[in-house]
């Protein structure tokens, strides 16, 4: 049972560039969630999915896209990759609660 | 609108010492409470989760109550020792019409061997 699996663990992106984080959980929960992790600044809720077809932005939805493409995953775009956008993501799911996190991954934007 | 705020932000204290961590948030009519840990480098590990009926939820050397009315939440632990040293987040999760969770930014702490 490999819980929330996040993909991948490490990225450099210069300025401009496109990419997509991979998250998979494995344990039929309906919510699963996008944050991102600043210095100082605790977990900021980018986008949500409460139900397999349905997302909601949260406190820092600008610069980011999500796809809800089943139950099980969830990703997030990066279409033009900013230094701003330098941080820690963590993917998380629900099913009502509590939360499950997985590891993270730690990007960087030069 | 939905916010939640940690206090202290950062707090040193002697190993053996009795702690306090304080947690408010806007809305009171929350789903549930919880309480994690999280190490450097590290992904976040759940310690307490209460839900809106209870008061309060107690694993070990921990003890999280929660007042609603007041919006309040707090995170007491007991003989801390330099292995408590962490970041400690309050999330709280509300239901408006979808699960939606809310982070604190975390009171980093630092016990003192």
């Known amino acids: 049972n490999a819980g929330v699996t996040q993909t991948p663990k490490f990225q450099v992106l210069k300025t401009g560039q496109s990419m997509t984080l991979q998250c998979a959980q494995d344990?039929?929960?309906?919510?699963m969630y996008w944050y991102r992790q600043d210095p100082g600044m605790g977990l900021r809720l980018i986008y949500y999915?409460?139900?397999?077809?349905?997302?909601d932005k949260g406190e820092v939805p600008n610069g980011y896209n999500v796809s809800r493409l089943n139950k099980r995953e969830f990703s997030l775009r990066l279409e033009s990759a900013a230094p701003s956008q330098t941080s820690v993501y963590f993917c998380?799911?629900?099913?009502?609660?509590?939360?499950?996190f997985g590891n993270g991954t730690r990007l960087t934007v030069t | 609108k939905q916010e939640v705020t940690q206090i202290p932000a950062a707090l040193s204290v002697p190993e053996g010492e009795n702690l306090v961590l304080n947690c408010s948030f806007t809305?009171?009519?929350?789903?549930?409470l919880q309480w994690f840990r999280q190490d450097p480098g590290k992904g976040l590990t759940s310690l307490l989760l209460?839900?809106?009926?209870?008061r309060e939820q107690t694993s070990g050397r921990l003890n999280a109550s929660l007042d609603k009315s007041s919006g309040r939440s707090t995170l007491y632990i007991a003989a801390s020792q330099p292995g408590d040293s962490a970041t400690y987040l309050c999330?709280?999760?509300?239901?408006?019409?979808?699960?939606?969770?809310?982070f604190g930014a975390g009171t980093r702490l630092f016990v003192k061997a």
């Open positions: 998380a799911s629900s099913e009502e609660s509590p939360l499950h």
């Open positions: 344990m039929n929960h309906n919510s």
């Open positions: 999915s409460a139900s397999e077809g349905t997302t």
């Open positions: 809305d009171s009519a929350i789903y549930n």
């Open positions: 209460i839900q809106s009926s209870q």
């Open positions: 999330a709280v999760e509300w239901n408006t019409g979808g699960f939606k969770t809310i």
